[in-house]
């Protein structure tokens, strides 16, 4: 039995290194996902407060920026009065943006929580947000 105790507690050990090991690897993994939508904020390149709105795909093309409720975004935003659509948004205000297709909060067409965005269907302009 002490054989086997000699024998089996380095196997053992070794295992659970092995184990170890894995273990630290499945954190680092999920570490590397969860640090996938800091590279959406990089990547949307939105300052700290402000809810974006781009002319193009994946946070591309022109930027607009708005940090209070918007009655009508065309306002201060070129390519909105230049009749091009909202392609991508990203929500850094820290709260969560409604967004509507018509000026004054009407015909609302979508919502982003803050910390999140994306590409929209890209059909539309989005003229007001209310947080």
């Not at 093309?61 to 940090?67: P, V």
Request: hydrophobic share 35%; net charge positive; proline share 4%.
């Amino acid at each position: 039995m002490r054989n086997i105790f000699r024998v089996a507690a380095p196997a053992m050990l070794g295992a659970m290194g092995l184990v170890a090991a894995l273990g630290a690897a499945i954190p680092a993994s999920a570490a590397q996902e969860s640090s996938a939508p800091g590279a959406e904020i990089a990547a949307y390149n939105c300052s700290a407060g402000y809810f974006c709105m781009y002319s193009g795909w994946n946070g591309g093309g022109a930027r607009c920026q708005y940090r209070d409720n918007t009655p009508n975004t065309a306002d201060r935003c070129s390519f909105i009065r230049q009749g091009k659509n909202v392609l991508s948004v990203w929500n850094g205000n820290g709260k969560k943006a409604t967004y509507y297709t018509g000026t004054n909060y009407h015909h609302r067409v979508g919502s982003t929580k803050p910390g999140h965005g994306g590409n929209l269907q890209g059909s539309y302009q989005i003229r007001s947000i209310k947080f």
